[in-house]
């Protein structure tokens, strides 16, 4: 869609709900497991869950802690008091009719997250995060006769589910990606949530309106719905924001609704009417007492927080010397920064910007090769069965000049695979590379020999033919000659003839 031709400059107000599944073994308000994904329909159900009468919740502890160690991590303020409420409203897939989450005393409150957006910094204010609980799955289906009809799975119902609040502070479609990256980062850092958007277990809705550039007035909230990714977002807001603008041009006026993303046609369409929050009917929870936030609970759960995906970040570039962009990738996940920094533990004698570079480069190229050929992630502390040892192993005889990048690609491909040790490897293949003169020479003759055209080429001042020459000792040697000391022979016995 294309907006009109109008005068008027328009400010983009975008703010965002995130709900994020919390990696607890349990339910919210009671003890069925959470590990529903592949689970037959309605196997993980209890009368809790299933919202049978005379039944009580019982709050799940982990996933409060999950709470207030997200809201540290985004610089909340945790109340010493926070409570639950009722959630009215009359979805099929809500099993008691109401859901029971938090209003107006949450967990955490007014916390902010940096995002980076085109190399600015920019800060998007956090309003609260607080708790819930998730909802049940329908299924729609159609029978032979083509009429449609739902089925209801209860067992995603009651899993905990966090809802991360943002200010309407992004000013542009591109900054809800970039936030939602950003957080994303931060919960699987933490572990408190898988954060994958495909799977359903990390979800967005976002809140959007335009105004006239210099004004204050908002012309009308859109809530838009079924996100599944960072790049549906992206074109969900970015068609959003352009058709809210050609109904202004068209005389028109932005309806308060629910719209949903059909990502096929490209467009948002009218779901429903956007409730207000006096429509939900909130109130206290009544099975459920208000919970007391002690600063000696909050002060032990902040002990808890890992170094976060910014800090970590600035610090590769500081103390290692990466770029930025090298920084970024090696803090992408957890796991892949402390594969790093243990990988540069064992080249203790080798510490510097030097040995970084190096083990950047090799974690960034062939390691993350061989995961992606493998269709594997990166664990903590191993990739397939490769170690951070055997990787400094790797970078030290290359250094070294123990044996060549060829060499080194084909045992870091067999560690990953077996995990055998790197230098019993090369004992038992006899892969170290030849770097002595004397050794090296009489292959280079053999060579040149061998191949008297490409010689000759070269003599005529054809340089390609050196290489060639370079690969034929390189074969001759099973790939165990030093390339550099290679050339050297081969640039004077040619030279010299």
């Not at 940096?114 to 329908?138: F, Y």
């Not at 479609?173 to 931060?186: F, G, K, N, S, V």
């Not at 005389?251 to 308060?256: A, D, K, N, P, Y």
Request: charged share 25%; aromatic share 6%.
């Amino acid at each position: 869609m294309s907006a009109l031709k109008t005068d008027v400059q328009y400010e983009v107000i975008i703010g965002l709900e995130v709900h994020a599944q919390l990696l607890t073994r349990s339910k919210m308000f009671c003890p069925c497991s959470t590990d529903y994904v592949n689970a037959p329909p309605n196997s993980h159900v209890c009368p809790v869950c299933l919202g049978m009468p005379g039944v009580l919740p019982v709050i799940n502890r982990q996933a409060v802690e999950f709470t207030i160690m997200t809201g540290l991590a985004l610089s909340c303020e945790v109340p010493s008091a926070a409570k639950f409420d009722r959630k009215n409203y009359p979805y099929p897939d809500l099993m008691k009719g109401y859901q029971i989450s938090e209003y107006d005393m949450p967990l955490c409150q007014r916390g902010f997250l940096e995002v980076d957006v085109d190399g600015e910094a920019k800060r998007i204010g956090i309003t609260r995060v607080h708790l819930e609980e998730d909802v049940a799955k329908l299924l729609h289906r159609r029978n032979e006769a083509g009429e449609s009809y739902s089925l209801i799975d209860v067992n995603r119902s009651g899993v905990p589910l966090m809802e991360i609040v943002s200010e309407p502070d992004m000013r542009s479609p591109e900054e809800a990606p970039a936030y939602l990256m950003e957080l994303r980062q931060i919960l699987q850092y933490l572990g408190v949530s898988a954060g994958n958007m495909e799977e359903g277990n990390f979800r967005c809705d976002a809140n959007v309106s335009i105004r006239p550039l210099g004004t204050r007035e908002l012309l009308g909230k859109v809530e838009v719905k079924n996100m599944n990714s960072f790049r549906a977002v992206y074109r969900a807001l970015a068609y959003e924001v352009e058709r809210q603008k050609e109904v202004l041009a068209q005389g028109g006026r932005i309806v308060q609704e629910t719209r949903g993303w059909v990502e096929e046609l490209g467009q948002t369409i009218p779901q429903r009417t956007k409730e207000y929050a006096h429509d939900y009917r909130y109130f206290p929870e009544p099975d459920l007492a208000p919970m007391h936030i002690s600063p000696e609970w909050v002060e032990e759960i902040r002990q808890r927080l890992p170094e976060l995906p910014a800090q970590r970040r600035q610090r590769f570039q500081r103390e290692y010397g990466l770029s930025p962009y090298e920084a970024a990738l090696l803090t992408e996940t957890r796991a892949r920064a402390e594969f790093f920094e243990a990988t540069l533990q064992h080249l203790a004698d080798q510490q510097g910007p030097k040995a970084a570079k190096a083990v950047s480069n090799w974690m960034l190229g062939d390691v993350a090769r061989l995961l992606n050929e493998a269709g594997q992630e990166l664990e903590p502390g191993r990739a397939g069965r490769l170690t951070p040892k055997h990787v400094a192993e790797v970078a030290v005889a290359v250094d070294t000049g123990q044996i060549n990048t060829v060499t080194a690609k084909t045992l870091l491909g067999d560690a990953f695979r077996t995990g055998q040790e790197i230098g019993q490897m090369l004992a038992q293949r006899g892969l170290t590379q030849i770097s002595d003169e004397a050794a090296l020479a009489a292959v280079v003759d053999q060579v040149i020999a061998a191949n008297p055209k490409a010689a000759a080429d070269y003599r005529f001042g054809k340089a390609e033919a050196l290489k060639f020459l370079i690969g034929q000792v390189m074969r001759e040697t099973r790939g165990r000659a030093h390339p550099g000391l290679a050339g050297d022979l081969l640039e004077r016995r040619l030279g010299g003839a």
